[in-house]
């Protein structure tokens, strides 16, 4: 009888630190052995809380970083609408020469506006750099630009393999991008850059020379912009003096980003700058035509220049509605997530979570049985073989 009583009492104490274990933690289920049923399924339901909630913090990064895109070019509609105004001003036969001075300082302006507009970072992030996102991707062209560094002997100094070199040109619109290979010296870069220039990616004039430093530059005093990955060149900077005013180089790429926010949801992050303000209408090179035109155009070449600002707002308005769209998915994603949320919570605690009452409850009655047992064992251990003798 006394095994039978010793694991009484085990069960009512275990059943009694479960029931208290139960009040404290408000859980029904608090081991695996307590429901394992109800403990497999809350394994799986936590996994999916864990995937939703890596989801929801990808949607608010996602939502803050295209509400910055999304003011950017807002700002560079209302540059574009005053370039128009200011061209259309422009047109009129009538203004005077300090009119048409003054209308040129404003539409430079604007341009300058864009410029900074198209270099909008958030949190380090250059939002239309496509991957290239640490530097600005616009820059101002220059005819020469010199590497940092100051140990290339001559032409034949070798250049690392697997780096990048990439030549902006202002004049063709062209980029040209040279990747060395083992073996590759500056004189295999020089050559590269004529086969280019042959090809028309890259405008007459431009060439490569060496002088302790590297200095790629374009005689006929064409704009460009250089970036290198080569630690021989170290970073090409643009000479002082020889940029170009009013003219421009994107040195971004066209990599188009994109970010998981649901099981069977991606979104695209980013619009290019290439495919934003150069490519199409080309928002920048519009500004700089009106520019140009205001320089030293008739008032024909102005209105000319005029309407191609404004088709490039329209081309700009374009581009935007499949991101707004991306902005509205995102919303009506943040919101399922939050539903998806509350349901999984619910499902939790549905699970392996209990009442207050029903956990009192229980308390009660494990502790009513464990009295009872214990008085029971009272009475029955004591008894031995020396006292049913007696």
Known sequence: MIPDVQFEMQQSQQALSSAL???STGLRVNQLSD????SAAMVTSLATSANVDQYTKNVNALQSQMQTVDSALSAVV????????????GANG???????AAILTQVQGILSNVIAQANTSYQGVYVFGGSASTTPPFVN?????????????????????????????AGTGGEFVFKAKAGDTVSTLATAMAAAVTAGT??????????????VSNTNNVGIAVSTTDPVFGSMTATSGTEIQDS???VGNSTVNSAKVGDSLSVKTNLPGDQVFTSGADVIGSLTGLISALKSGTTTQIGTATTAVNTALNYLSAQRVPFDNTISQLNAQESFLGQETVTLSSQQTALVGISLADAATNLSQAQQTNSAVLAAAAKSIPMTLLDYLK
Do not use: E, R
Not at 78 to 87: E, F, K, P, Q
Not at 142 to 169: E, K, N, R, Y
């Open 21 to 23: 274990q139960q009040v």
């Open 35 to 38: 429901d394992p049923n109800a």
């Open 78 to 89: 209302t540059s574009l609408n005053s370039a128009i105004t200011a061209g259309t001003s």
């Open 94 to 100: 009538t203004n005077s020469s300090a009119n048409k």
């Open 141 to 169: 062209a220059a005819t020469s630009f010199v590497s940092t560094q100051g140990s290339v002997g001559s032409l034949s100094t070798p250049l690392t393999a697997g780096s990048t070199t990439t030549i902006s040109d």
């Open 202 to 215: 890259l405008s007459a004039g431009a060439n490569i020379s060496v002088s302790g430093a590297v200095t």
């Open 248 to 250: 421009y180089l994107y």
